[in-house]
């Protein structure tokens, strides 16, 4: 089975810091990783995915991830925050090309001026 | 090419009533998951579907809930007599017939109430 383990619920940055949420996963087979966006009362919108081709990714909107089989972590980070940039991050992982996404508790990404 | 579509958007049960959710995948999408919120949580995988059959219903709850996904049509989240427990969005999700991946699409999401 499959989990996923984002620490921190809550997080705020001021305008123009790193944004740094974490997420560590737990996974018997080599995992597909991603990191999605929620916005208030919309659904969720595809920030990145890892797919074993590089270690590194790098996504839409400045986001970019790093995967780490070692730490088992798959942190998303974003040099410079933006006002725009608040809203819920969820970080998911699945096991094969069709099955269910298993997602952490979210993290709430505040961005103050 | 339109996005995952979901509806209602909001939806207003009481107690008892049944609610009817309808998901309509991307085109060219075959394969459909629904999710639920529940306030301040996660979303949880309920329901894997595939055109007529159910590929995987490990998160559905084991009484009045189900889904369907026909040849023609939108799928469809059934849930007869409500409770306030079941207040919550639910969310579908569709991906290519040969998926990538597994990256999923999101709908807009519905959101029942239940009164």
């Known amino acids: 089975a499959q989990s996923v383990t984002q620490l921190g619920s809550h997080v705020s940055v001021s305008e123009g810091a790193l944004v740094l949420l974490r997420c560590n996963y737990s996974?018997?087979?080599?995992?597909?990783l991603f990191w999605y966006v929620q916005y208030p009362n919309q659904g969720l919108q595809l920030l990145l995915k890892?797919?074993?081709?590089?270690?590194l990714v790098k996504g839409i909107n400045g986001f970019e991830a790093e995967f780490k089989k070692s730490e088992t972590s798959f942190h998303l980070t974003k040099p410079s925050a933006h006002m725009s940039d608040a809203a819920e991050y969820f970080c998911a992982v699945s096991v094969s090309t069709a099955s269910k996404l298993t997602f952490g508790t979210g993290t709430r990404l505040q961005v103050t001026l | 090419n339109a996005g995952v579509m979901q509806n209602p958007r909001h939806l207003v049960r009481r107690r008892g009533q049944e609610a009817r959710l309808r998901c309509s995948p991307m085109?060219?999408?075959?394969?459909v998951y629904w999710y639920r919120q529940l306030p301040e949580e996660g979303l949880k995988f309920m329901v894997y579907?595939?055109?007529?059959?159910?590929?995987?219903e490990s998160g559905m709850p084991k009484e009045r809930f189900s889904a369907e996904f026909p040849k023609e049509g939108p799928s469809i989240l059934r849930i007869q007599q409500v409770v306030r427990g079941d207040s919550a969005a639910y969310f579908c999700?569709?991906?290519?017939?040969?998926?990538?991946?597994?990256?999923?699409?999101f709908g807009p999401g519905t959101r029942l109430t239940v009164l």
């Open positions: 085109k060219g999408h075959s394969h």
């Open positions: 579907l595939q055109k007529e059959n159910i590929i995987d």
């Open positions: 996974s018997s087979v080599p995992p597909y």
């Open positions: 999700a569709s991906s290519p017939v040969v998926p990538s991946y597994n990256e999923q699409f």
């Open positions: 890892y797919t074993s081709a590089a270690t």
